[in-house]
């Protein structure tokens, strides 16, 4: 099939799919999307980026999913938003691409921030920009200098709190996405929020299309100072999680 043709369906397809959540994706922004996600399909071919290489799949598991943040990322105040451990870019890219807002996607392994530098300059996204660093470390030297920290698959709910405190300037908020969680990884992350600065904001519980599982959307707002000296030791969050 003509290549033009085939990008013009997936478009298309991932539109239906927005529509069905009430998402504005217009025809550009889906294009860039699906454009970001073949080239993470294609760089996937050398280096391990992802599972899901599958069109359908990827338009629900990485797009949608991380579009789906986008009513609790556009609630936070116009800011710098930041990725923990953006992996691929999800759900970094399409959140940069779908607000415009500067952002910076983080992670640790040093050819997957490569890897995403690459798809950044290939989708000509201004204002985006990435770091190869433990976040923890990256905290030290840009406190409060986000509005907006979101994470997808990284961390439980407590290390996550924890990480994104020092990154969000006062009235910012963290936006988590997440399968079901655990009751008890609830509880553990409301004792983390509080003692990270946070107060509980909102909860959304919703199906993905065709199956493909439950997402459960949190936000933390940071409206207080942290009651303990953050970032602490690298790893340490990890290791020994608050609210545990
Ligand atoms: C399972 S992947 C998820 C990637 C992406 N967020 C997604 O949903 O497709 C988790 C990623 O988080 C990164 N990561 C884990 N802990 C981190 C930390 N403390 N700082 C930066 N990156 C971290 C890992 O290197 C990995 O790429």
């Given at each position: 099939?003509?290549e033009m043709?085939h990008?013009?369906?997936l478009?298309a397809?991932?539109?239906?799919?927005?529509?069905a959540y009430?998402l504005?994706v217009?025809?550009?922004l889906?294009?860039?999307c699906?454009?970001?996600f073949?080239?993470?399909?294609?760089t996937n071919?050398?280096?391990?980026?992802?599972r899901i290489?599958?069109e359908h799949d990827?338009?629900?598991l990485h797009?949608l999913?991380s579009l789906l943040?986008?009513?609790?990322?556009?609630?936070?105040?116009?800011?710098?938003?930041?990725?923990?451990g953006?992996?691929a870019?999800?759900p970094g890219?399409?959140?940069?691409l779908?607000?415009g807002?500067p952002?910076?996607?983080?992670?640790?392994?040093?050819?997957k921030?490569?890897?995403?530098a690459?798809?950044i300059d290939e989708?000509?996204i201004?204002?985006?920009?990435v770091s190869?660093?433990?976040?923890?470390?990256?905290a030290?030297?840009h406190?409060?200098s986000?509005t907006?920290v979101v994470a997808?698959?990284v961390?439980?709910?407590p290390v996550?709190?924890?990480y994104?405190?020092?990154?969000?300037?006062?009235?910012?908020?963290l936006?988590?996405?997440k399968?079901v969680p655990?009751?008890e990884e609830?509880s553990?992350?409301?004792h983390?929020?509080?003692?990270?600065?946070f107060?509980?904001?909102t909860?959304?519980?919703?199906?993905?299309?065709?199956?493909?599982?439950?997402r459960t959307?949190l936000?933390?707002?940071?409206?207080?100072?942290a009651k303990?000296g953050?970032p602490?030791?690298v790893?340490v969050?990890?290791?020994?999680?608050l609210g545990?």
């Amino acid at each position: 099939m003509d290549e033009m043709v085939h990008v013009d369906e997936l478009v298309a397809e991932l539109r239906s799919y927005c529509d069905a959540y009430e998402l504005d994706v217009d025809r550009e922004l889906a294009r860039r999307c699906v454009e970001h996600f073949l080239l993470v399909v294609e760089t996937n071919k050398t280096m391990n980026l992802t599972r899901i290489t599958n069109e359908h799949d990827g338009l629900i598991l990485h797009i949608l999913d991380s579009l789906l943040l986008l009513p609790e990322v556009r609630s936070t105040p116009y800011g710098t938003l930041l990725d923990i451990g953006t992996g691929a870019g999800y759900p970094g890219i399409p959140l940069s691409l779908a607000t415009g807002r500067p952002s910076v996607l983080i992670d640790s392994v040093a050819k997957k921030v490569k890897a995403v530098a690459g798809f950044i300059d290939e989708l000509q996204i201004a204002d985006a920009q990435v770091s190869s660093e433990r976040v923890e470390t990256y905290a030290r030297e840009h406190r409060a200098s986000c509005t907006c920290v979101v994470a997808r698959a990284v961390a439980g709910l407590p290390v996550l709190i924890e990480y994104a405190s020092p990154l969000l300037a006062q009235g910012g908020s963290l936006v988590v996405t997440k399968g079901v969680p655990s009751d008890e990884e609830i509880s553990a992350g409301l004792h983390a929020a509080s003692l990270c600065g946070f107060e509980f904001g909102t909860v959304r519980h919703l199906t993905l299309p065709d199956d493909l599982g439950e997402r459960t959307i949190l936000r933390f707002d940071k409206l207080h100072e942290a009651k303990l000296g953050l970032p602490r030791k690298v790893g340490v969050a990890k290791k020994h999680p608050l609210g545990a």
